[in-house]
């Protein structure tokens, strides 16, 4: 899941989803084969689940998820193809049925009930630098985490934070 909302990279201005060339790439380096190259519709259809399950997924860091982002994850659910996938140990799982683009939206699907179902829904969140908005998992122990690293978000925006202090304090910088 995270992998597919990290297909915009803010900070280089880089999205791996921008054209039917990038996003039949992609398909491809995460083995969702198609048969047909992707079309502009294709595109505009992958970008906007995209975005409206990162506002899902920002609902997590705190900001309240839009009506319209809401739907459109929605409607991407009742049209993915999906089958229940049974072991021989008595467990159930949920796996995507066809290839390309379907495929891709069932799988990133999948990630999310996964995630709910086992309760670690809360701690997929976006980063709360807003020049980077990066998807993360939240692995402290609190769940609060707020920055996708630490070592640069966090400390970018710390700083950002000291120096707003120091001079709305009248001090110097230097």
């Known amino acids: ?9 803010m900070t280089l201005g880089v999205d791996s989803l921008a054209d039917p060339t990038r996003l039949l790439a992609w398909l491809r380096h995460r083995s969702f084969a198609t048969l047909e190259d992707p079309s502009i519709q294709d595109v505009a259809w992958a970008v906007e689940f995209r975005e409206a399950l990162r506002e899902l997924v ?8 839009s009506a319209t982002a809401v ?6 659910s009742r049209t993915a193809s999906l089958r229940l996938e049974f072991s021989q ?8 049925i066809g ?9 990133v699907l999948t990630a999310v009930h ?9 701690r997929n969140k976006t980063c709360g630098n807003p020049e980077c908005r990066r998807a993360f ?15 640069a978000c ?15 304090g009248g001090y110097s910088l230097r």
């Open 99 to 107: 290839s390309g683009l379907e495929a891709a939206v069932a799988s």
């Open 89 to 96: 140990g008595g467990s159930v799982t949920l796996a995507p």
């Open 71 to 76: 739907e459109i994850v929605a409607r991407a």
């Open 1 to 9: 899941m995270t992998a597919f909302l990290n297909t915009l990279d």
């Open 137 to 151: 998992y939240d692995r402290s122990r609190n769940r609060s985490g707020i920055w996708c690293e630490m070592a």
């Open 114 to 122: 996964t995630a709910m179902a086992a309760g670690t829904w809360s």
């Open 154 to 168: 966090g400390n970018r925006m710390k700083a950002r934070r000291f120096r707003k202090r120091r001079v709305a």
């Open 58 to 65: 920002s609902g997590n860091s705190g900001a309240t998820p």
